[in-house]
């Protein structure tokens, strides 16, 4: 069975950090672009961040500067850094293939942004 399962989210104060993980069941996913994903309450899910199956990135302009994604083959997975937490980052997180797949969405990850 296909699966990405995220992790890494949780409570931060603004200004923190947090490193999500998104664990892939397959080596296919290795040759794919992957993305992180977010969907906060009230709002469409939009893509933040992504990588090229040969370690490229480009990031929403919201998360330029702070946010980095990075995968590790040898593990099939893809990391999402994000620094200088903002309010406007809380959200659950997820991770999927560019362009997304319905079949590939897990259960996501919280992450809080608060004081």
């Known amino acids: 069975q296909v699966q990405l399962v995220e992790s890494g989210g949780g409570l931060v104060q603004p200004g923190g950090s947090l490193r999500l993980s998104c664990a892939a069941s397959i080596r296919i996913f290795n040759l794919m672009t992957m993305g992180w994903y977010r969907q906060a309450p009230g709002k469409q899910r939009e893509l933040v961040a992504s990588i090229s199956a040969d370690g490229k990135p480009v990031y929403a302009d919201s998360v330029k500067g702070r946010f980095t994604i990075s995968r590790d083959k040898a593990k099939n997975t893809v990391y999402l850094q994000m620094n200088s937490l903002e309010s406007d980052d809380t959200a659950v997180y997820y991770c999927?293939?560019?362009?997304?797949?319905?079949?590939?969405w897990g259960q996501g990850t919280q992450v809080t942004v608060s004081s």
């Open positions: 999927n293939t560019v362009p997304m797949r319905d079949n590939y």
